[in-house]
Every structure is written in structure tokens, then in C-alpha cells.
């Protein structure tokens, strides 16, 4: 996993409920997989997962008040969504959090989505988050994530879930870098947008079992014979 953190002035680091059926037919085969590390084992750390449906909350920090950093551990192995990896203690986001309910807590798997009210990529985010380090009030707009689960019938073999996967080093999830048809596409013109299985999304349990990226493909790779239920964690396109 690449990190960034926004730590201290020393290091100058800020760091549905619905489950519905397939049809069987499936589009050709692309495996676009890349293997995982067989130790990451770090998806195990990062319950519990929120079910809402992905509301956006403002947190504004006083940069200008103490000697604090962010305090905030950013994931930067995907370049269209950037997570939050962690909140490291006594940073203005730490402090943030403790003065505010849950509901407006900045904690792990949230997306950032903007700074200063500007949207952008990963790296955009990631240059203003530099433009910070000076003492000044700073604006941060975050996502929770909610979890989505599909439900996929027995493929005969041949017949492909149709995502491509990806995630490099200790990356904390097990990354969907494209959809390219099969049985996803076709589970995606059953549902509203929200519901979508789309790119960054990220896979974190199959058939209700928690485990490293490296697992989950396995599990993946072996659902020919059988029906699966694919868990997702999401956030806005």
C-alpha cells in the first residue's frame, strides 16, 4: 500500500438490503487478477463496517492551533478514490473526532473527498492536502462507506464473475479496478446506481467470510460449482 500521512511539523507528513438473482448467461472470459501477498491478512482489521448509505460530512480544522499535524494515514494504492488507512492520536483530526458524534467521525475506509471544497483524483487531493502544512483553517470532506452484497448462481466452467481485481503491498482491500461484463455487468442492469458494482469498489467477504485479498481470490476462482455471495464496500462514483 502506498501511504500518506499527515502527522507532525517534524516530519511534514499528513499522511441495501437487496439480493437479486442472475440469469446463467456470461459473457467471454478476461482475467485481468493480480496475486496478493499470501500474509496481508489486514481486511480482518477493519470492522465495524457501516450500512448507510454513504452520507458526506464537512470537518473543518484550525491548523493554526498548536503544533499538531493532521493526524491523518491516507491509502493511496488507488488513484480514484483515496481511504483513510487511520487516524493517528493527537492530530486536529483526532481531536476533531473526540468533540463530535459518531456519525461525524473520521475513521477507517472513509473516502476523502474533497479539500477546501475541491474534488479531485488521489493525487489532486493529495497536493492540496500539502498546500495545508501552513496555519490555516482547513475544510475536509469525507464519505462513509456502506456495504453491498450480490448474490451470484452456479457457473458452469468457462463462465466468469467478469471484474478485474488488483492491490499491491499490504493494500488494505482487495481493489475492483474494472468491470468488464459477465456476470457483474449483468447483476448491474438489475439495480438502481447506487447498487452498482463499480470501479474502486472493494471486495471484503465472500460468502460471508472475512480474509486476506489473496484468500478471497482463491474463494473467487473456486465459486464455479456453486453459488456465492460477494460482499462489497463502496462509496459514490
Known sequence: MWGYCCADDKHHCCAD??????????LEDSELVEQFPS??????????WRTESSPTFDVTLDCSKGKHGLGLQLDLSDSNVCVVVSVLPEGHVDIWNRGHPTNCRVKAMDRLVAVNGQTGNTHMLIQR?????????????FEHPRLIQIEIPCRSPGQILGLALKGKGDSQS?????????????????VDPESRVKRSDRVVA???QEASPSELIKLLRGSEEKDIAVTLMTWRG
Open 17 to 26: 438490503d437487496k439480493h437479486p438473482r442472475l440469469d446463467r448467461k456470461l
Open 39 to 48: 500474509n496481508d491478512r489486514s481486511l480482518l482489521k477493519l470492522r465495524p
Open 129 to 141: 492536502l500539502k498546500g495545508t502544512l501552513k496555519p490555516i483553517l482547513v475544510e475536509l470532506t
Open 174 to 190: 482487495l481493489i475492483i479496478s474494472n468491470v468488464l461484463g459477465g456476470v457483474v455487468h449483468q447483476y448491474n442492469e438489475t
Open 206 to 208: 465472500v460468502n460471508g
